[in-house]
């Protein structure tokens, strides 16, 4: 699984390293946007200071699957460093992971049904 900005500098390497996976016949699962967007932890406002959207194209264009985004927020960042990662647990912060791993599942095993 890749994992990158949404910046052309990030995904340049996130390009490399692809080509290096398929050379050595490395399966890649996708590719995920991290950092996608980032919720004023005062007004709530959405901005996207890394810019939005070019990990989605770049897999349109690599034929790779579009795993999902993970946004930027204070709240993963606290979480994660506490040693309590949100992908762990059943809150808001926990759903961009949910969605990934759902995607994920689905594309190793589409019959089966999820749970989620
Ligand atoms: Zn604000």
Known sequence: ???STPQ???LIDATRAIDLFRKM??????L???MSGYACPHCGEISDPFGAGGAEAA???MSI???GR????LSIRRMSDAGTPPAAGDGEDAKPFLQIAQQLIEQLNPKRQMAF
């Open 1 to 3: 699984m890749i994992v």
């Open 65 to 67: 699957p579009f795993l």
């Open 25 to 30: 016949d490395v399966p890649i699962l996708g």
């Open 32 to 34: 995920v946007e991290n």
């Open 70 to 73: 993970v946004p930027l927020t």
């Open 59 to 61: 897999a349109k264009v």
């Open 8 to 10: 052309d500098l990030a």
